[in-house]
């Protein structure tokens, strides 16, 4: 698919409502992640963070999204695939800061290089108190990356036209000692699932709906 094309469906949807929670349940269900809520009880409010969902063409003008792979460590998220992003600081004016900012230190973006398009629905993430807040963003030039070798430990640019034909694969995942069956999406051997999955899962409902209608 070439980056025109998805832009074009981008540029269609900018009327359209988010289907949020619908998306969402897609790839964790309701019920699911009212069991994790369960399990987990958190003293502070959720702490605010911000990531890129960054389409962008390559050599070849076909429409690709980059992701991360994070590097190992003793954390909730080690060595999960992401959007570029991270935690919002005090020194940022907004969210939107947040995103270009991390997404400048993951990967070596310039954030005057890219534009968003529209803000999509929060994600909540229990296990670590995150509330996370995705932009759908463009970047009409094909990237040199940059990667941060302290936060990430690889950049991995996948073709969009894979993902927007939803090819959803079972997985089971453990939270809190529990094991939960969920969908991901896998797209040339990466298995992207959990928060990362559902914002995508809303991104391609999106898209989808103006190609059905």
Same mark, same amino acid.
């Given at each position: 698919?070439?980056?025109? $094309? &998805?832009?074009?469906?981008?540029?269609?949807?900018?009327?359209?409502? %988010? +289907?949020?929670? @619908?998306?969402? =349940? %897609?790839?964790? +269900?309701?019920?699911?992640?009212?069991?994790?809520?369960?399990? &987990?009880?958190?003293? #502070?409010?959720?702490? @605010? =963070? *911000?990531?890129?969902?960054?389409?962008?063409?390559?050599?070849?003008?076909? *429409?690709?999204?980059?992701?991360?792979?994070?590097?190992?460590?003793?954390?909730?998220?080690?060595?999960?695939?992401?959007?570029?992003?991270? @935690?919002? #600081?005090?020194?940022?004016?907004?969210?939107? $800061?947040?995103? %270009?900012? #991390?997404?400048?230190?993951?990967?070596?973006? *310039?954030?005057?290089?890219?534009?968003?398009?529209?803000?999509?629905? +929060?994600?909540?993430?229990?296990? =670590?108190?995150?509330?996370? $807040?995705?932009?759908?963003?463009?970047?009409?030039?094909?990237?040199?990356?940059?990667?941060?070798? &302290? #936060?990430?430990?690889?950049?991995?640019?996948? +073709?969009?036209?894979?993902?927007?034909?939803?090819?959803?694969?079972?997985?089971?995942?453990?939270?809190?000692?529990?094991?939960?069956?969920?969908?991901?999406?896998?797209?040339?051997? &990466?298995?992207?699932?959990?928060? !990362?999955?559902?914002?995508?899962?809303?991104?391609?409902?999106? %898209?989808?709906?103006?190609? !059905?209608?």
């Amino acid at each position: 698919m070439y980056f025109e $094309q &998805v832009l074009y469906l981008i540029q269609q949807t900018e009327h359209l409502d %988010l +289907p949020g929670a @619908k998306a969402h =349940s %897609l790839m964790m +269900p309701l019920e699911v992640r009212q069991q994790i809520f369960k399990d &987990v009880a958190h003293m #502070e409010p959720p702490r @605010k =963070s *911000a990531v890129l969902a960054l389409l962008y063409p390559d050599k070849q003008n076909m *429409a690709r999204m980059v992701f991360i792979l994070r590097k190992t460590y003793n954390g909730h998220h080690s060595g999960q695939i992401a959007f570029p992003g991270g @935690k919002q #600081e005090a020194f940022d004016t907004d969210l939107k $800061q947040t995103a %270009l900012r #991390e997404t400048r230190e993951e990967i070596g973006i *310039a954030s005057e290089n890219i534009q968003i398009k529209r803000a999509l629905s +929060p994600v909540f993430i229990p296990i =670590s108190n995150y509330q996370v $807040q995705p932009y759908l963003a463009i970047t009409r030039q094909t990237p040199e990356f940059v990667m941060d070798p &302290v #936060e990430v430990a690889k950049i991995l640019e996948l +073709p969009f036209a894979p993902i927007l034909r939803h090819p959803l694969i079972n997985i089971r995942h453990n939270y809190f000692g529990k094991t939960y069956d969920l969908k991901a999406f896998e797209v040339e051997n &990466v298995k992207i699932w959990g928060a !990362t999955a559902m914002i995508l899962s809303e991104i391609v409902m999106l %898209l989808n709906r103006v190609i !059905t209608d």
